[in-house]
């Protein structure tokens, strides 16, 4: 098993800057890939960007491009995800997951995943 807890989630204005944090414990070794979804009120959770945890690979979706930037620390066992220029559209639930060498499938499906953790809450005001 994996557990993942997610942090740094708030309340900011439209412009600023966020680092979400995800701290993964347990069986970390098994970890292939780690990655960021958001969900907003009343829409599908959707993808945001992951890392593979061995090569670095890093994938982002189209609306974060430029914007956003994923990392990792494997000593710590942690991924980041730090967010410049936020805006509205932004604010949902950010969700982490993780997804285990013995699984397949593409990092942009939540389907992918076989661990998550509890959600960081993200708000942009204008």
């Known amino acids: 098993q994996v557990q993942l807890v997610e942090s740094g989630g708030g309340l900011v204005q439209a412009g600023a800057s966020l680092r979400l944090s995800c701290a993964a414990s347990?069986?970390?070794?098994?970890?292939?890939?780690m990655g960021w979804f958001r969900q907003a009120p009343g829409k599908e959770r959707e993808f945001v960007s992951a890392?593979?945890?061995?090569?670095?690979?890093?994938y982002y979706a189209d609306s974060v491009k430029g914007r956003f930037t994923i990392s990792r620390d494997n000593a710590e066992n942690t991924v980041y995800l730090q967010m410049n220029s936020l805006k509205p559209e932004d604010t949902a639930a950010y969700y982490c997951?993780?997804?285990?060498?013995?699984?397949?499938?593409?990092?942009?499906?939540?389907?992918?995943?076989?661990?998550w953790g509890q959600g960081t809450q993200v708000t942009v005001s204008s």
């Open positions: 347990g069986r970390t070794f098994s970890i292939y890939a």
């Open positions: 890392v593979s945890w061995g090569g670095g690979s890093t």
């Open positions: 997951g993780a997804r285990s060498t013995y699984y397949s499938g593409s990092l942009h499906l939540q389907t992918t995943y076989n661990y």
